[in-house]
């Protein structure tokens, strides 16, 4: 009986090499005789093992075939060796790395306090896809070494190294972490020992999943929210996930982001292209979500022996202007457009947006407090208006003196339109008062502060920067202790809406008195508005009305003079 068990397993393992001799003719047996076989330095699998909540990589990425190839049947491939992961720790942020085409797993900011730029299932990179025309990409499966990075001053770079084969091409890619950034380098070789040219389309993909219930508020500012990409030197976006379509386009850098964060593809090298795919689907509520799918791909003939690589270089981290500067992202931050008809041309507000907030940080190294900055160059924006200033205020004065002289023409003509309007003309001549010379001044003034407004709404430097912070009482900031976020007291705001009241009463009315009354409940109006916006907007909008309020009280004394003219020649 053990003499046939023996015989039978000797039959069975002659059967199974000659099969595989017959059907699966090996790498080496393939290559011409001149090649010398090239086989990859293996390292030695890492010890750290997924977390167990980390989900498998998929055999087929599905999710990604807009970015990858066309899909087809996949042939039988090779056991996937077991996943691994590597954490990388540096000071500005903790990443942890798999083995499954060196796919992020984490990557928690160390900005500000922790936030997370990849939540596994909901948003986050895919991985290294490699495939070829006939058949779908799939996330290639490597070794991973080493199994851990720490970075700080004493080491300000690092590498994992990832060495894996998919359908008998050789795929290296290093990643390339440093402490004082927020980027991942990735540099990827794919070598081709086989007899044959070979084309293959490599993909790094970055997905976000139909945002879950209550997944928005789990991470506040870093959840995505729109796609932004470069190309031809303009920098396009679109502001929600729902009608992103299907893109692929030559550029310099594709992105997905939120208002202070991005997570931003650069291509280092040529052949890559840009690409934007989104899955849209009704949710059931008469709205559409549905997967979207931003990443770089380049298509490559690899000759017989020889290899293709190509760079590219992830941004994962803030809008801080400086470090968006380092790699022409400048364009993520999202100024809007001033509210004029498109048919005017419209006003890109980076214009001046982006110089008002380059001016705000430069004012930040010095005195070393947001708040403060905001309070001078709220001051030195009035300083710079205060002729504009002056002239309308001026206008407006003489406008309210002449208010009883166009009410006495307005009830002697009432039946005679053109006939007021040539007597209110005349009168206007007659003491050479502008009509629109309260306007126009204040006009040219509204680009800059509307400018300044947005420049605080996309500071993400404003996230957790104290202004006048005393502490915490039962759970509760005292007072301004993050100019990002709503003042928890409400005492800044409800100071706004009092300083805009005030200001309100001081402006020179003309016109009807009714308009006059309703105008008063604006203040009311705009405090209920401000009650939960970033505190940095509220400052800046209480300085500014504390300000007018302080302009008025000088014009009113400069005015006086012309002010008395323009009464003496009225009672005349």
Same mark, same amino acid.
């Given at each position: 009986m053990e003499k046939r068990a023996i015989l039978a397993?000797?039959?069975?393992?002659?059967?199974?090499?000659?099969?595989?001799?017959?059907?699966? &003719?090996?790498?080496?047996? =393939?290559?011409? &005789?001149?090649?010398? &076989?090239?086989? &990859?330095?293996?390292?030695?699998?890492?010890?750290? =093992?997924?977390?167990a909540s980390a989900p498998r990589a998929p055999e087929t990425v599905t999710a990604a075939r807009s970015v990858g190839s066309q899909a087809t049947p996949a042939p039988r491939e090779r056991a996937r060796p077991p996943q691994r992961t590597a954490a990388v720790e540096a000071t500005l942020y903790r990443a942890v790395v798999s083995s499954e085409g060196g796919k992020l797993q984490e990557w928690t900011l160390r900005y500000r306090g922790e936030k997370p730029m990849v939540a596994v299932g909901e948003f986050g990179p895919i991985g290294l896809i490699v495939g070829r025309e006939e058949r779908a990409g799939q996330v290639v499966p490597m070794e991973l070494s080493p199994d851990s990075v720490r970075l700080g001053s004493d080491r300000p770079a690092g590498d994992l190294v990832l060495r894996g084969q998919d359908d008998g091409l050789i795929v290296t890619e290093t990643l390339g972490f440093r402490a004082d950034g927020y980027t991942v380098d990735a540099r990827i070789r794919i070598e081709n020992p086989t007899g044959t040219a070979r084309t293959v389309t490599v993909a790094l993909p970055w997905v976000v999943n139909p945002p879950a219930k209550g997944a928005t508020e789990k991470f506040p500012g870093q959840f995505p929210t729109e796609v932004v990409w470069s190309t031809g030197g303009h920098v396009e976006r679109i502001e929600g996930l729902t009608a992103v379509g299907n893109?692929?386009?030559?550029? /310099?850098?594709?992105?997905?982001?939120? =208002?202070?964060?991005?997570?931003?593809?650069?291509?280092?090298?040529?052949?890559?292209?840009?690409? /934007?795919?989104?899955?849209?689907?009704?949710?059931?509520?008469g709205e559409e979500t549905g997967k979207v799918t931003v990443g770089v791909r380049a298509t490559a003939a690899i000759?017989?022996?020889? /290899?293709?690589?190509?760079?590219?270089? =992830?941004?994962? *981290?803030?809008?801080?202007?400086?470090?968006?500067?380092?790699?022409?992202?400048?364009? /993520?931050?999202?100024?809007? *457009?001033?509210?004029?008809?498109?048919?005017w041309g419209g006003l890109p507000m980076e214009w001046i947006g982006l110089p008002i907030l380059k001016f705000m940080n430069w004012v930040y190294g010095y005195v070393g407090n947001y708040g403060i900055a905001i309070i001078l160059i709220t001051i030195l924006s009035k300083v710079l208006f205060y002729p504009l200033t002056l002239k309308s205020m001026r206008s407006m004065k003489a406008m309210q003196l002449l208010q009883p002289q166009i009410n006495a023409l307005r009830s002697k003509h009432k039946s005679d339109p053109q006939r007021l309007q040539k007597e209110t003309l005349e009168l206007y001549r007659k003491f050479k008062v502008n009509p629109m010379g309260g306007c126009l001044p204040m006009v040219a003034q509204v680009p800059i502060f509307y400018a300044l407004y947005l420049a605080l709404s996309v500071s993400v430097e404003l996230q957790n920067a104290p202004f006048l912070c005393f502490g915490r009482l039962f759970g509760v900031d005292l007072w301004v202790c993050d100019m990002a976020s709503h003042d928890p007291t409400y005492v800044l705001p409800i100071l706004m809406g009092v300083s805009m009241f005030v200001q309100q009463k001081m402006t020179p009315m003309t016109g009807d008195p009714r308009q006059a009354k309703m105008m008063l409940i604006m203040p009311f109006i705009f405090t209920f508005m401000f009650l939960n916006l970033p505190s940095g907007l509220v400052l800046y909008w209480f300085v500014s009305n504390v300000l007018q309020i302080l302009q008025q009280k000088l014009m009113d004394r400069s005015s006086t003079g012309a002010a008395r003219e323009a009464k003496d020649a009225a009672r005349a």
């Open positions: 397993a000797v039959l069975m393992a002659g059967l199974l090499v000659l099969y595989q001799a017959l059907f699966f &003719p090996s790498v080496q047996e =393939t290559k011409p &005789p001149s090649q010398a &076989p090239v086989q &990859p330095a293996v390292p030695p699998p890492a010890t750290v =093992t997924a977390p893109r692929t386009v030559d550029g /310099a850098w594709v992105g997905i982001g939120s =208002t202070w964060y991005i997570a931003a593809l650069i291509p280092r090298s040529g052949g890559f292209k840009l690409v /934007a795919a989104g899955e849209p689907k009704p949710d059931g509520k000759a017989p022996g020889q /290899a293709w690589e190509g760079r590219v270089i =992830t941004y994962i *981290g803030p809008k801080e202007v400086s470090r968006l500067e380092a790699y022409a992202l400048e364009g /993520a931050l999202n100024f809007g *457009g001033f509210p004029i008809p498109r048919q």
